[in-house]
T-cell receptor, first 113, second 118 residues
Framework: KAGVTQTPRYLIKTRGQQVTLSCSPISGHRSVSWYQQTPGQGLQFLFEYFSETQRNKGNFPGRFSGRQFSNSRSEMNVSTLELGDSALYLC????????????FGQGTRLTVV | AQTVTQSQPEMSVQEAETVTLSCTYDTSESDYYLFWYKQPPSRQMILVIRQEAYKQQNATENRFSVNFQKAAKSFSLKISDSQLGDAAMYFCAYRSAVGGGSQGNLIFGKGTKLSVKP
């Protein structure tokens, strides 16, 4: 059974550009959550999608957005990139929202220059 | 708001020895889940062990066990017979079990970097 797949693994972007990251959850999983990991702030929750609807959102500016498709795949978008957006972006999937563990992908390392 | 605190930024253990990683949390909720995740250099977060707050019995998974003290809001991880492959960052995490939007996200501590000496 394939795990959570995140693409691309590495990304270098210039300040002011936008970026889209992709996450394919484990087959049968309908919940996808995104987290940002930085040395200074640690792991912070961005948002969660379930059945193509955003269910919960962390404390991030509107430049961070996401969506989920009917096959449960999810994308997150960051517009007008800032140097501080450099981070490891992790995606996690769950079969249902309640009472289940989250399985993580290997992340996308975004560097903004 | 819930918070998770890991007071040990780094820990070291000799191979085959036992080490305990500390975690405390703050919440006003009575129903929740606690987790320990391992993040090796490959960056993928791997679930080590989970504990349901309503269960008094401490969870165990092979060489990994927890000491869950609900009243003290403490959730420590004990690794027995440490192996070189246990070297990684370990994160303690909290998830609400109460209905509503907050049930979707994990709240993480800052992590403890565990080194295993041969």
């Amino acid at each position: 059974k394939a795990g959570v797949t995140q693409t691309p693994r590495y990304l270098i972007k210039t300040r002011g550009q936008q970026v889209t990251l992709s996450c394919s959850p484990i087959s049968g999983h309908r919940s996808v959550s995104w987290y940002q990991q930085t040395p200074g702030q640690g792991l912070q929750f961005l948002f969660e999608y379930f059945s193509e609807t955003q269910r919960n959102k962390g404390n991030f500016p509107g430049r961070f957005s996401g969506r989920q498709f009917s096959n449960s795949r999810s994308e997150m978008n960051v517009s007008t990139l800032e140097l501080g957006d450099s981070a490891l972006y992790l995606c996690a999937s769950r079969r249902q929202r309640m009472n289940t563990e989250a399985f993580f992908g290997q992340g996308t390392r975004l560097t903004v220059v | 708001a819930q918070t998770v605190t890991q007071s040990q930024p780094e820990m070291s253990v000799q191979e085959a020895e036992t080490v305990t990683l500390s975690c405390t949390y703050d919440t006003s909720e009575s129903d929740y889940y606690l987790f320990w995740y391992k993040q090796p250099p490959s960056r993928q977060m791997i679930l080590v062990i989970r504990q349901e707050a309503y269960k008094q019995q401490n969870a165990t998974e092979n060489r990994f066990s927890v000491n869950f003290q609900k009243a003290a809001k403490s959730f420590s991880l004990k690794i027995s017979d440490s192996q070189l492959g246990d070297a990684a960052m370990y994160f303690c995490a909290y998830r609400s079990a109460v209905g509503g939007g907050s049930q979707g996200n994990l709240i993480f501590g800052k992590g403890t970097k565990l080194s295993v000496k041969p």
